[in-house]
């Protein structure tokens, strides 16, 4: 008998006002089971929550969560949802050897005691990027521990890999039981992201890394002195919202400094995004909490994870690239770009039989099928001992590439025809020779092959190829702004490497991240790009300005790390963005790119407190209950008091201007913020540019001095309009105080409502 759907259960959040507690129990656990009890007799308890949010998880029919809602202290009742994950030269092109110790063998203690927690995929804790030699005893206030499960034991941990622990009840909850013949039920990491994305944080040094000979060198975290401590929330790439937050509860308890989020979800307002609200928690304790924008770019108002207390990191590239060139039988060379493992199985050292895919069709089957090398479209007679045009619109690459070999293929040119990544083109490393080139040289490619039927051609590996100009660049795939959720708040927050990231990797899983039916290869270092790799070079680094400035709180890294990245290269010029090869934009890259060295000693931070956020709720009109909910206890604004989304002491403007009463009269903006002075004495004077001249900006005072460390100096930003806009127009500029020595730099994005 099928279910209806008032019987079907689904999972569900719980967010409980604990100072409601009746005085008969004695403690909430109790409590929240007696809630439960009193709706359902079946409902079984998936978590209880003490520090992310107060509350549980568990799963419950329709009408059960109608009674859930009904009883006396329950807040909210969220569905549990599933997040996803957002899927080396780096430290020496962020400057960090300028670091003097960065990188030294001896590890300092301040480095050494501060903790990154990740939330992810797992660990392979055999990996040389997790090697604690030189190490000294674990930091005594971590209070983890390594837990155990398939092919992993207490001994997996060690000093730098001080902490792994796993979280399944809510994948189940939305999957039925994991089969442990198909995935590690422990922290072990059986498909790659997270043993990339921690090493990328903080993995310690290892000579010779690289993939297949492609990035060779030194791969190293951006705090390699720094411990790791991994919360494996994330399952065939699914993450339950309950696990999150089960995860982010113990993660506060066992005492991170950083809680690294690779992952996310559709964007909320904060009273609906449970992770927001756990991030709030996390903000509270002094943990800084770093988030992947999201790799929907480049479509406006894509960013996600944009809480004003978690720091938003989107993606840029490297100066580096894997080039590999299609050579026609015409004399002409088109570039592209691959990391197949050239070394192991060439391509024959002559022109090759050239065909595209769309001229190999199989019998009954159509034309789309063929040109995209999908599964049984291509004729083996016309495809064996030859190179294969296939057209690439963001399906899978190893498909293709099984498709062309298993048919006697030799070699396989890709052309991207996805438009909404523009001509971006990121490499693979195929089971087969091959190379991904543009739109643009497809194209030309095509039309070699369709006028000559006797076309030939081969693809010539270049490995890798350093000083790439312009970098970086914004990343196509990086979420971007505005805020759709508060548009006066500016995000992304920043952007950092995200693109070709050399990193360690799980030998449970193949490079390309399929399946080992199709390919049974495994590496100890891979070569991926998302949002996911430029989160953790911000915790990474965020994590060194924790270990210079243990007393810092949150907001001040985040301001540390925002006002000193860079917009413009070394000659002057404005970032690019790859969607376009036109110049970036706040909405892209939010304050620039980050630049670790300026960051260890900004000169002055905007500091933010947990009042200043309360103070921001009030300013969006929350009621009484959103706020409870997002701040875990009751919290009055007062009614005598004009609050202000453009007061909250942000380091970047996002400036929105609406309709004035008087529509005949210049519209006035107001932006207060404060400085803090966290460096010599010193006085600053300010500068603005904007590239729209219907705004004037005026900046009152004009000079700050400072005389003592802590000391803090208020300014207030007048932005004026002379006229209304359409709502899709935009302006963009910047504000920099500076003492000479120091630059303390600020986006502006200004917009009409």
Known sequence: ?????????????????????????????????????????????????????????????????????????????????????????????????????????????????????????????????????????????????????????????????????????????????????????????????????????????????????????????????????????CWNESCAVSDILAAIDQAIIDNVNIISISLGGEQSEYYDDPVAIAAFSAMEHGIIVSCSAGNDGPVPGSTTNIAPWMTTVGAGTLDRDFPAYVSLGNGKHYSGVSLYNYGNNPLPNHPLPFIYAGNASKERSSKFSSRLCLPDSLAPEKVKGKIVLCDYEQDSRIEKGNTVKSIGGLGMVLANNAAAEGDELLPDSNILPETLVGSKEGNAIKQYLFSNPKATGTIVFQGTKLGIEPSPVVASFSSRGPNVITPKILKPDLIAPGVNILAAYSRNASPTDSDSDSDDRRVDFNIISGTSMSCPHVSGLAALVKSVHPDWSPAMIRSALMTTSYTTYMNGQPLFDSANNKPATPFDYGAGHVDPVPALSPGLVYDLTVDDYLSFLCALNYTANDIEVVARRKYKCDPNKQYSVTNLNYPSFAVVFEKALDRNGPTNVKHMRTLTNVGPAGTYKVSVKLDIPDVKISVEPEVLSFKETNEKKSYIVTFSAARMKPKDHYGFGRLEWSDGKHVIGSPIAISWA
């Open 1 to 233: 008998m099928v279910k209806s759907t008032e019987d079907q259960k689904s999972g569900s959040i719980v967010l409980v006002s604990k100072s409601q507690m009746p005085a008969s129990f004695h403690h909430h656990g109790v409590w929240y089971e007696s809630i439960l009890k009193s709706i359902s007799d079946s409902a079984e308890m998936l978590y209880t929550y003490n520090n992310a949010i107060h509350g549980f998880s568990t799963r419950i029919t329709t009408k059960e969560t109608r009674l859930l809602k009904s009883q006396i202290g329950v807040l909210k009742v969220f569905p549990d949802k599933q997040y996803k994950i957002h899927t080396t030269r780096t430290p020496h092109f962020l400057g960090l050897d300028k670091i003097q110790g960065t990188f030294l063998e001896t590890r300092s203690k301040a480095g050494s005691d501060v903790i990154v927690g990740l939330l992810d995929t797992g660990v392979w804790p055999e990996s040389k990027s997790f090697d604690d030699t030189g190490f000294g005893p674990i930091p005594s206030s971590w209070k983890g521990k390594c837990e155990t499960g398939t092919n992993f034991t207490t001994s997996n941990c060690n000093k730098k890999l001080i902490g792994a622990r796993f979280y399944l009840k809510g994948h189940e909850s939305f999957m039925g039981r994991l089969d442990e013949s198909k995935g590690s039920i422990s922290p072990r990491d059986d498909e790659g992201h997270g043993t990339h994305t921690a090493s990328t944080a903080a993995g310690s040094p290892v000579q010779n890394a690289s993939l297949y000979g492609y990035a060779n060198g030194t791969a190293r975290g951006m705090a390699p002195s720094a411990r790791v401590a991994m919360y494996k929330v």
